[in-house]
């Protein structure tokens, strides 16, 4: 499947392409996440980077193509769903 992003959205937090690769590799889990503006679902995929970094990476699919919208490091909220806090 392959994996596009966003210029502004995927890059505004510093964290790069490839840590967010890994994060969705090793994600331990998918939340919904709301939709994104033309309607579209967002899913929250939870996991680490190869570093142990806990990252979200935001996600919508289209035509089989996977578009990332947001990476971030992982916000408390999420942590506890994953069981870090």
């Known amino acids: 499947m392959e994996i596009r992003f966003t210029k502004r959205s995927a890059r505004r937090h510093r964290v790069g392409r490839e840590r967010a690769r890994q994060a969705m590799r090793n994600a331990t889990k ?13 899913y929250v995929l939870l996991g680490a980077d190869d570093s142990g970094r806990l990252l ?6 289209n035509d089989g193509r996977v578009l990332v919208v947001h990476v971030m490091d992982m916000r408390r909220r999420f942590r506890t769903m994953v069981g870090e806090e």
């Open 56 to 61: 979200e990476v935001g996600v919508t699919i």
């Open 30 to 42: 998918i939340v919904a996440g709301g939709s994104f503006e033309d309607g579209e679902p967002v």
